[in-house]
Nanobody, 114 residues
């Protein structure tokens, strides 16, 4: 079994920054990719950013240039640095780990509001 735990969410003003962290632990042989999705109120969960074991990255168009995903393979941890946050970034952010079986975290709330 694999456990996935996110941290770093919270309330921030528009234009501010937050850094999310996600650590995977347990029976992990290898991790193919890690990343983040988000679900805004009343909407479906959508991709935010992903990163492979080879550090290849992919971003949703709505966050390109503002968010940066990175990974510490030794710690099985992925980070999401979010800058220039907008109210429309408000959502529950979910981390996933592909081993290749997909494991999800419980989600962390990000609220962007003045």
């Amino acid at each position: 079994q694999v456990q996935v735990v996110e941290s770093g969410g919270g309330l921030v003003q528009p234009g501010g920054s937050l850094r999310l962290s996600c650590a995977a632990s347990g029976n992990i042989i290898s991790i193919l990719s890690m990343g983040w999705y988000r679900r805004a109120p009343g909407k479906q969960r959508v991709l935010v950013a992903t990163i492979t074991s080879g550090t290849s990255t992919n971003y949703a168009d709505s966050v390109k240039g503002r968010f940066t995903i990175s990974r510490d393979n030794a710690k099985n941890t992925v980070y999401l640095q979010m800058n220039s946050l907008k109210p429309e970034d408000t959502a529950v952010y979910y981390c996933y780990v592909a081993t290749p079986k997909i494991y999800w975290g419980q989600g962390t709330q990000v609220t962007v509001s003045s």
